[in-house]
């Protein structure tokens, strides 16, 4: 049975996950493939394919084939708190230190599908919609997108429609004009980006970098929806951690107890 590029891929794929190409390491010519594999070039050129679709090797110039340097993962903590400092509430240590990059652009727009009945809307309902650029402040180079959806009926006519929100931005005006004390609730998923997502994050071009997306809705005591925050930041370079508690049901068993006396 002829081997398929899915065949040659995943040999590949193994022997650069166990260390046997490096990052920076070349892979072996096409044709060296075709003989290593017994394949026709085509087969080889689709696995190869496959591979920088996945982000594991790129095309490189009169160099060839390379296996991709990805960086370092820097861990987003979600502690499920809520912190504040002198400019207003945040949710992850990591991102407290980073700026808006440029002002926030400021639209009225249709709420999209996906997050209309997260927000109890109907679809087709308006919304404000709030888009940031978050970043390094001092390398100036971008880590997230956030993107906030206010319902039309909360946000149309005050402040939370201007660009400059004031002191405590956003959350401050909503619990201002009553909604106090406001409260979160998040889920964490992935997809893939736009082409203006890539662009904005600087996401290579001809890799498929997919997105870490966490998906934070406030809240007014009664549980009406204020808002829905959109943030998106690079899988690549993002991982989300969290300390696990143990639980009253895990308590240590006796025999545990016993050793640990020991």
Do not use: C
């Amino acid at each position: 049975m002829p081997v398929s590029y899915r065949d040659i891929a995943a040999d590949l794929r193994q022997q650069i996950s166990e260390g046997r190409y490096m990052p920076g390491n070349k892979l072996p010519m096409l044709t060296e493939l075709q003989t290593t594999y017994g394949a026709g070039y085509q087969t080889v050129r689709s696995a190869i394919a496959l591979l920088e679709q996945e982000g594991l090797v790129v095309a490189v110039r009169r160099r060839g084939t390379i296996v991709r340097e990805r960086p370092e993962k820097k861990r987003v903590t979600r502690s499920r708190q809520v912190f504040r400092d002198e400019i207003g509430y945040y949710f992850d240590p990591t991102a407290q230190p980073w700026v808006a990059l440029k002002p926030p652009a400021v639209r009225w727009d249709i709420v999209p599908v996906d997050l209309a009945a997260m927000m109890g809307l109907g679809t087709g309902s308006e919304v404000l919609i709030r888009d940031r650029v978050m970043g390094d402040p001092e390398t100036r180079k971008p880590k997230q997108l956030a993107t906030s959806y206010l319902p039309a009926d909360v946000a149309r006519g005050t402040r939370l429609a201007e660009a400059d929100t004031g002191p405590g931005g956003i959350y401050d005006r909503l619990e201002e004009m009553g909604h106090r004390p406001l409260h979160w609730r998040e889920g964490v998923s992935a997809r893939m980006p736009s082409p203006e997502e890539a662009q904005a994050l600087n996401l290579p071009a001809d890799v498929g970098v997919p997105l870490l997306r966490v998906v934070r809705v406030a809240a007014s005591p009664s549980g009406e929806v204020l808002e829905l925050n959109d943030t998106r930041m690079s899988a690549e370079e993002f991982e989300i951690g969290y300390s696990i508690r143990r639980h009253s049901s895990a308590r240590l068993s006796d025999v545990d107890d016993d050793e640990d006396e020991h």
